[in-house]
């Protein structure tokens, strides 16, 4: 029996790479990028109103449109008029807390997004979380260029998710 030999590019499913190309991208987005200091700051749900206020947009409607848009890109999700997640970040309590140097929290929704802080950020920050198997708690220290060398026996699972899936952290 022989099998079959396929390269990387062969076994990526190239709708799925064509969805994670369109989300980098929309990452550059101006309005998104707002989101993500708001949520920083306030390490909270975000009420729409709050962000009409505080985001440098031309008018209310151009806000709300964009936060549409990125919510139907699923790179935000917006519940009753509340923006419960910025993806990478959540305004919900998870399993990942980020601790910023001047004491702020904020959760993300995986343990890849939490070490993604950091460089994301330009800082350095402490993810706090637990091992899943055995609820021993982990804190791991990261800097932008990466985390602690210190970090032995400590392991990140991903997993996969249905190419129809959305909102990973929130389970919607």
Not at 47 to 63: D, G, K, Y
Not at 158 to 165: C, L, Q, T
Request: proline residues 8%; hydrophobic residues 40%.
């Amino acid at each position: 029996m022989t099998l079959p030999m396929k390269t990387i590019d062969e076994l990526l499913d190239s709708a799925v790479a064509a969805r994670q190309a369109a989300r980098r991208a929309a990452r550059d987005n101006n309005l998104l990028r707002q989101v993500w200091r708001v949520f920083v700051a306030r390490g909270a749900p975000i009420p729409i109103e709050v962000l009409e206020r505080e985001l440098t947009a031309p008018a209310r409607q151009t806000v709300r449109d964009g936060l549409a848009r990125l919510d139907e890109d699923d790179l935000i999700m917006v519940q009753d008029g509340v923006v419960r997640l910025a993806y990478p970040l959540s305004g919900d309590p998870t399993a990942f807390t980020v601790r910023l140097p001047d004491g702020r929290t904020c959760f993300t929704c995986c343990a890849i997004d939490a070490l993604g802080m950091a460089p994301m950020l330009g800082q350095p920050v402490t993810v706090e979380s637990w091992c899943h198997h055995c609820a021993v708690p982990i804190r791991v220290r990261v800097d932008p260029e990466g985390p602690d060398t210190d970090i032995d026996g400590v392991v990140v699972w991903v997993g996969r998710r249905d190419p129809d899936e959305r909102r990973a952290c929130s389970g919607h």
